[in-house]
């Protein structure tokens, strides 16, 4: 019956169909590999991603913008997509991501810990915007959870996403700023520069969100990358670029 199941999907699946996802930037890297895992299943679906802020990406298909899933870097923008309407289903967490301080600069990160901002050769931090980016917002919560946010609120530069406040780190147009751990651990970053995880104790958990939504046209498409996003192998590539997936709850409505 499984073999049936599958065969019949795969010829379902096998007409040259376009998967478009929006994704927040601090899920790119392992995204790649996700999507290249999933065409060797369907070979003839073509996925295009779009990578942006959560924030900006919930305004675009607001206002109709035919992505077929949204990958958020938390669970706030899908459940206001959800409650206006313009999902299948129901969000569900597919990983917790973990914020991390990275440097290019030789900075003494590992021993001074986050207190290393009040430093006066500190001059520039860049933190992804608070009011797009889920990361940029817990990077807030932390500094004020140590006590450093109002006496280094003047050196912040943001960034729209974690993608352009991690090029601010990488360029060195700053000296040291916030980003997501799968960006330290992806192939194009990992062993460049020096990085410490933030204490989870000072942000809320980032439980990041993915929902299918009701713009696109493809939903038994999407329902499938859903399904294989929860998958073992996708599990195990999130893990390595840092997130922690366990055994996430999924609730009853699942959008499938």
């Known amino acids: 019956m499984g073999f049936l199941i599958a065969f019949v999907l795969f010829f379902s699946f096998s007409y040259g169909e376009t998967l478009r ?4 930037a601090n899920v790119q890297y392992p995204l790649r590999e996700i999507v290249s895992y999933f065409k060797k299943k369907y070979p003839d679906i073509k996925v295009v991603t779009v990578v942006s802020s959560s924030g ?4 675009q298909i607001e206002r109709g913008a035919p992505y077929h899933i949204f990958m958020s870097a938390n669970m706030k923008y899908p459940e206001y997509l959800y409650e ?16 991390v301080l990275w440097s ?11 207190k290393v901002l009040l430093e006066n050769y500190i001059k520039k931090i860049s933190v992804p915007n608070p009011k797009n980016a889920p990361y940029g917002e817990e990077a807030i919560r932390a500094m004020k959870y140590f006590g450093i946010y109002r006496k280094v609120k003047n050196k912040l530069v943001y960034g729209e996403s974690v993608s352009q406040s991690t090029q ?3 360029k060195r147009l700053v000296d040291v700023g916030f980003t997501s751990k ?3 651990l992806s192939p194009q970053m990992k062993g460049r520069g020096v990085w410490i995880e933030i204490s989870q104790n000072a942000y809320r958990p980032i439980k990041q969100g993915v929902v299918i939504l009701k713009n696109g046209n493809g939903v038994d498409v ?3 990358f859903v399904r294989f996003l929860f998958s073992s192998e996708a599990k195990r590539i999130l893990k390595k670029y840092g997130y922690k997936v366990g055994q996430l709850p999924l609730s009853k409505d699942r959008g499938l």
């Open 168 to 170: 601010y780190i990488y």
């Open 56 to 59: 900006k990406l919930t305004a």
């Open 21 to 24: 996802i929006a994704a927040a």
């Open 182 to 184: 799968s960006v330290v």
């Open 222 to 224: 999407a329902r499938e």
């Open 84 to 99: 206006r309407g313009l999902t299948t289903g129901k969000p569900q967490v597919y990983a917790v991501g973990i914020l």
């Open 104 to 114: 290019m600069k030789n900075l003494p990160l590992k021993k001074e810990g986050i």
